[in-house]
Nanobody, 124 residues
Framework: QMQLVESGGGLVQAGGSLRLSCAAS????????MGWFRQAPGKEREFVAA????????YYADFVKARFTIARDNAKNTVYLQMNSLKPEDTAVYYC?????????????????WGQGTQVTVSS
């Protein structure tokens, strides 16, 4: 089993930045595709970004392109989400997830392990 723990969330003003981290234990991250998702109150969980096992490929939801950057450090067993130019509509609980297969996926059903989430609140 793999355990994922997110950190780095908090309250930030619009236009600000946050960096989320997702630390894995139990298994090494290096062979997993990793993704970030978010869920706002009353809404379904949605895809934000994903990164291949090597870090060579990334994919983003249209609404975060050029603002968010996903990265990974396999030596530290950690994945990051750098979020810049935050907007109030980015307010949500952010989750990281791990996928055994090497292809990048955007559907929650395609991921095998999930963290508990970290709250991000962006004030206007």
């Amino acid at each position: 089993q793999m355990q994922l723990v997110e950190s780095g969330g908090g309250l930030v003003q619009a236009g600000g930045s946050l960096r989320l981290s997702c630390a894995a234990s139990g298994r090494t991250l290096s062979s997993y595709t990793m993704g970030w998702f978010r869920q706002a109150p009353g809404k379904e969980r949605e895809f934000v970004a994903a990164i291949s096992w090597s870090g060579g490929r990334t994919y983003y939801a249209d609404f975060v392109k050029a603002r968010f950057t996903i990265a990974r450090d396999n030596a530290k067993n950690t994945v990051y989400l750098q979020m810049n130019s935050l907007k109030p509509e980015d307010t949500a609980v952010y989750y990281c997830a791990a996928r055994r297969l090497t292809s990048i996926a955007t559907d929650t059903a395609d991921y095998d392990y999930w963290g508990q989430g970290t709250q991000v609140t962006v004030s206007s």
